[in-house]
């Protein structure tokens, strides 16, 4: 049960390895210029495999239960599914609902674990397989494992990890599955990943160097932190911190820009219509003005 490109590595691993009775994903939904459906990555790649797939808009009918309940499944793999499981589904595999959950629980329950974590300056994230219950990724642990957070990476790079990583240990967890103890997530360092609201995009250049850059690279690509460059708006993809002191803002050198403190250098932006372009490759035909808001 799995929707966006995040969920495709670990069906694949699945597919591989057990049979797969049914795959459910959401529905497919108007996308690009002409609106036209689009089916998702996880539908996609299981029509490219030969599975069947469901893609009900609730999961609260009981006709759904009905279906669902009708697969006799051993086990059901959720992740980043994005339909809420209602007890009714949670209880009919045998063995239950995993999921595969992309930080180190219980820290960044919710929306947007990845984004949260590089945000947050996280030196550290990783994967949990969880047994599912009524809560907010509140269930037990059956496998955790952990990976440092790079200096350099922004939430693009970890997803492809994290997403290769839970392919992997989900693997693990379902050849174990009879053996692995469940683990309490522990009541102390709960933290909530709330989704990723566009007003967030904005550099204030006032802020450390350090906060900027992790704004940068925490989101990237999507929604893209953003500055105006005279009244353009300019996306910032990639960044790192630089030497070099100046006023908020202040274009020092290349694409090095002073923040309240320290600097960052920027090394991958995006012009308003335009493609993604290292800094170098930008800064050809396009001058920066001393000062961006």
């Not at 239960?65 to 599914?81: G, I, K, R």
């Not at 499981?85 to 929306?111: E, M, T």
């Not at 350090?210 to 929604?223: A, E, K, N, T, Y």
Request: net charge neutral; hydrophobic share 40%; aromatic share 4%.
């Amino acid at each position: 049960m799995g929707t966006p490109d995040f969920s495709v590595p670990i069906l694949q691993a699945l597919a591989a390895q057990h049979e797969i009775v049914a795959v459910y994903s959401q529905p497919p939904r108007p996308a690009g210029r002409g609106k036209a459906e689009r089916k998702s990555p996880v539908q996609q790649c299981a029509e490219a495999l030969g599975l069947p797939v469901r893609h009900p808009v609730s999961l609260r009918t009981q006709s759904a239960a009905d279906d669902f309940a009708q697969l006799q499944c051993d086990v059901a793999v959720v992740v980043a599914y994005g339909l809420i499981l209602p007890p009714s589904i949670l209880q009919a595999p045998k063995r239950g609902c995993l999921n595969i959950h992309a930080s180190l629980l219980p820290r960044w329950r919710g929306a947007a674990p990845i984004h949260r974590a590089i945000l947050a300056g996280d030196a550290e994230t990783g994967i949990c397989i969880m047994q599912m219950d009524e809560g907010l990724d509140t269930g037990a642990v059956l496998l955790r494992q952990s990976t440092p957070i790079r200096a350099e990476e922004t939430t693009a790079d970890l997803h492809d990890r994290l997403s290769t990583m839970g392919a992997d240990l989900i693997l693990q967890a379902m050849d174990r599955l009879p053996d692995l103890p469940l683990q309490p997530q522990s009541a102390e360092g709960v933290t909530y990943a709330a989704k990723i609201d566009k007003a967030e995009a904005r550099i204030d250049w006032t802020l450390p160097a350090d906060q900027v850059d992790r704004q940068i690279r925490g989101l990237s690509p999507f929604p893209g932190a953003w500055t105006m460059v005279g009244d353009e708006r300019l996306k910032l993809l990639r960044s790192r911190l630089a030497q070099g002191a100046g006023a908020a803002g202040q274009v020092l050198h290349g694409m090095t820009i002073a923040c309240g403190s320290g600097a960052v250098e920027i090394t991958e932006a995006q012009r308003e219509g335009k493609r993604p372009a290292s800094a170098t490759d930008l800064l050809r035909g396009f001058a920066l003005p001393a000062l961006l808001s």
